[in-house]
Each structure stands twice: as structure tokens, then as C-alpha cells.
């Protein structure tokens, strides 16, 4: 489970966390959407502690992930996470890119870590890409390969960063139904996305971020077809 | 037609002045180049206000004429006493010379990979110096290796100044012929042809690496 309480986090004078509260049960796929530089990103930077907050606590299964004492690296293991652009690796191959971190991190030999890196790219469709380097691959492909990468980790929690923004948009469809297998094989999900229909029809939950906090968060019928807040009205009838 | 009184022993004479080049040349690119890594990674990682006195030193090295601070770091170690060789003065000084170019080289390397594939490695768990070793010195290599074969390559010329530390190095040598021999200009071709045979591998292995990288990446 992922808890959020009360963190506010600032970049110098700008506060971009206002007090955002969020929990995320196992199993659970929550798409966070909202308007762009809101701040949506730096919360799933600050989930597996990429970046530090200035109060509040953030909880990864009862593990408070800015306390000193807590072993990121270690913690990291069970947090993927996946960002807009700029994932692959470039002098690894496919293979050498997934493999990488069960090796180095988990200890894994070489034979090891790629059947289960083989697993998970046949699993994104990259089966074919094993010997290929990131260059050569589409950024869809790529994506993919991110996906496969951090599922490689058997991960408990992935964390997607606009997994989808930076494609093509004949790209996007092949990204978005890697997440929906995902999704619908029960692994606990944050998406942060501007897929709108994503957002409706796979997540459990979607909250809506606005001016530094979750303003609502509720189940797609409900966030979709009848929104509480004022400003989730206005957002939701601007991107219709 | 064409004569010279170059016999087969002054070419000898040139020649071990080209090994004497070489290993200056050695010594300071190979110190140069691991100082220069130390440095880089620290300017990468620490604020400019941290890194404040090593910026200075590393701007005086580069900024003084190379001349004036091999004549100054004979004097000086003779004046503390050290008694070190003309060859050791020269590969220390020619050493911190190139340490404070290859700084900003592996600096800017460094800083050339995109803070989210960082984030990304860190993410799997991998360690700072995990993140280091795998991702960031391998793609900051292939950023950094034109700049750096440019630096060896120069600092194989600017070895020459050695010879006002009365080291025999190659232009040296080709002085010492001259003067005897009186055929300046011959003998300035077969020097500058010694140079570039000694610089055109390094350039092709540049060259050839980037082209496979290229290929691959």
C-alpha cells in the first residue's frame, strides 16, 4: 500500500505540493490527471524518493520513504517507474537494458536475469528486439522496453510519468494496451497521463490534480459523468 | 638531386628524441586523465560554490603558459629540495596541465547525460556508483573521447616545451641536428613527419571507436 499524507514539496519559492493526500491499496490502478507543470510528475518523483520533500510522509507498505533511515535503494526494488522520454539506456542492448538492474541489484546470474528479461519483453512484444540497441527502436518500442525493465524488478507498484506524451500518436495505442494488460493482471498502478480514455476505462480511480493538491479523486463513472469540484468540471469539459 | 648529411645515427638521435616524447606524453595523459576524472566527477557532483578552489587551481593551470610554469616547478623543487629529475618535474607539470583541461571534458560528459536516464537507473535500485559505472562513464565516454583525443594529440605537441627543462625530446633533437647538420628545412619535415606518425594511430583509433558506436547506438 501507498500512502501520501499532507506532503508539500517546494522547488526553490515555487510550491508545487500544496498538502497532497493519497493512498493506493494493492491491486489498485489510479490515473492522476490534470493540467501540464502542476506538479503530477514530482509526486511519483517523490514516491520512490528521486526527490525530497519538504513535510509530510509518504508510506510505501509502512516504510516511510524520506525517513533517514530508510534504505532507498533497496526500496526501489519494489517501486517501478517508468518517464515520459529518455528511459532506454543507449549503449545496452534490449536484452543488456532489462537485465541490467537483476543482475547489479538483485544478484542474479547472467542466465538468470535474462529468462526472466525474456519473459517480460515477449510479455510487451519486444521478443523479436532482444539484439537490437534503443537507437533502433521506435519510441513506442521503447517505452516498451522501459515497461519490460522495470517489470523485470518484480516490482509491487509501477509508477507511470506520461508513459504516452512524448510518442508519436500511432504510437500511443501500443504503450496504452501494454498498461491496460498490466492493469487487468491485478499490478498496483499510478499513471499520471493525458489519455483521457485510459484514464475511464482501466483505472479502479482518477484523481484530479489542480494548484498543488488532489482536488478529487473518485471511480471514472462517478469523476467522469458527474464531478464534484468546480474546477474538475471546467478541466473535464475543456479536454472533451 | 636531392642530398643530405642525415645519416641512418641522426635518424637513430631523432628517433629515441620521439620515445622521449612518448613517454613524456604518456605519463601526462595518463596522470592528466585520471586526475581529470577524479576532478570531473567531483565538479559534476558538488555545487560550483564546493568545487570554488579547485576551479581556481584547475583555471591557473590552464590559463598560465605552459613554459613559464615548467621553468617555475623546476626552480621550485629545487629551492624545497626535492631533487627530482627534469623528467619527473616535466610529466607532473604537464600532468596538472592536462588534468585541468580533461576536468571540463569529463565534466561536461558527465552532465551531457540526461538527468531522467539517471533517475532511471537509480530507480531500478542501481546505486550511485552502480549508476556511475554502467550508465553514466559509458555514455559520457562516447561524448568525451573526440575532446579527449584532441587534448592527447595537443598535449603531445606542448611536450616539446620540456626542452627548457634540458630534457632531449624530439624537436629538441631536431634543434641539435639542425645546428649541426645546418639543413633546417629537411630536417623540420622528418620531425614533423615523426610527429604525425606518432599521431595519426591515436586519431584513427578515435575515429574507429566513434564509427562503432555510431553503428551501434
Request: hydrophobic fraction near 50%; aromatic fraction near 8%.
Amino acid at each position: 500500500m501507498i500512502e501520501v499524507k499532507n506532503v508539500h514539496k517546494s522547488f526553490g519559492t515555487l510550491e508545487v505540493l500544496k498538502g497532497v493526500n493519497l493512498s493506493v491499496k494493492k491491486g489498485e490502478v489510479v490515473s492522476v490527471i490534470g493540467g501540464s507543470g502542476s506538479g503530477k510528475s514530482t509526486l511519483l518523483t517523490c514516491i520512490n524518493g528521486l526527490e525530497p520533500i519538504n513535510s509530510g510522509s509518504i508510506l510505501v507498505d509502512g516504510v516511510e520513504v524520506h525517513a533517514k533511515t530508510t534504505n532507498l535503494n533497496k526500496l526501489r526494488r519494489k517501486i517501478g517507474i517508468v518517464f515520459q522520454q529518455f528511459n532506454a539506456f543507449p549503449h545496452l542492448t534490449v536484452l543488456e537494458n532489462v537485465t541490467l538492474a537483476p543482475r547489479k541489484v538483485l544478484g542474479m546470474t547472467k542466465a538468470e536475469a535474462e529468462e526472466i528479461a525474456i519473459k517480460q519483453l515477449t510479455h510487451v512484444g519486444l521478443a523479436d528486439k532482444l539484439s537490437v540497441y534503443p537507437g533502433h527502436l521506435s519510441g513506442g518500442q521503447q517505452q516498451r522496453m522501459a515497461i519490460a525493465r522495470a517489470l523485470a524488478m518484480s516490482p509491487a507498484y509501477v509508477l507511470f510519468d506520461e508513459v504516452t506524451s512524448a510518442l508519436d500518436p500511432q504510437l500511443v495505442g501500443e504503450v496504452l494496451d501494454t498498461l491496460k494488460l498490466l492493469a487487468n493482471e491485478g499490478m498496483t498502478m499510478i499513471c499520471v497521463t493525458h489519455e483521457m480514455s485510459f484514464a475511464r476505462d482501466v483505472s479502479d480511480r482518477v484523481a484530479f490534480f489542480h494548484k498543488g493538491v488532489l482536488a478529487e479523486v473518485a471511480p471514472p463513472e462517478q469523476f467522469f459523468s458527474d464531478p464534484q469540484h468546480p474546477e474538475t468540471k471546467e478541466f473535464l469539459s475543456n479536454v472533451r | 638531386m636531392f642530398d643530405t648529411a642525415l645519416t641512418l645515427s641522426d635518424l637513430m638521435f631523432l628517433i629515441k628524441g620521439a620515445g622521449m616524447t612518448l613517454a613524456v606524453t604518456f605519463f601526462a595523459v595518463t596522470g592528466g586523465t585520471l586526475l581529470g576524472l577524479l576532478f570531473g566527477v567531483v565538479r559534476a557532483q558538488v555545487s560550483v560554490w564546493a568545487a570554488l578552489p579547485l576551479i581556481f587551481v584547475l583555471d591557473v593551470f590552464r590559463s598560465v603558459p605552459l613554459l613559464i610554469q615548467l621553468v617555475l616547478a623546476n626552480a621550485f623543487q629545487a629551492i624545497a629540495g626535492l631533487n627530482m629529475p627534469p623528467f619527473v618535474t616535466s610529466c607532473i607539470v604537464l600532468a596538472l596541465y592536462t588534468s585541468a583541461y580533461c576536468t571540463e571534458i569529463v565534466r561536461g560528459a558527465i552532465e551531457a547525460v540526461p538527468t531522467v536516464t539517471r533517475r532511471a537507473a537509480r530507480s531500478l535500485g542501481l546505486t550511485w556508483g552502480q549508476d556511475m559505472r554502467f550508465i553514466v562513464f559509458p555514455m559520457a565516454l562516447r561524448v568525451a573521447l573526440p575532446s579527449w583525443i584532441g587534448l592527447t594529440l595537443g598535449v603531445m605537441k606542448d611536450s616539446a616545451l620540456v626542452l627548457w627543462l634540458g630534457l632531449i625530446e624530439l624537436l629538441r633533437s631536431g634543434q641539435i641536428l639542425v645546428t649541426r647538420l645546418q639543413e633546417p628545412m629537411f630536417i623540420l619535415i622528418v620531425v614533423g613527419a615523426i610527429y604525425f606518425v606518432m599521431s595519426f594511430p591515436i586519431a584513427r583509433l578515435g575515429g574507429q571507436l566513434e564509427k562503432r558506436w555510431r553503428e551501434n547506438d
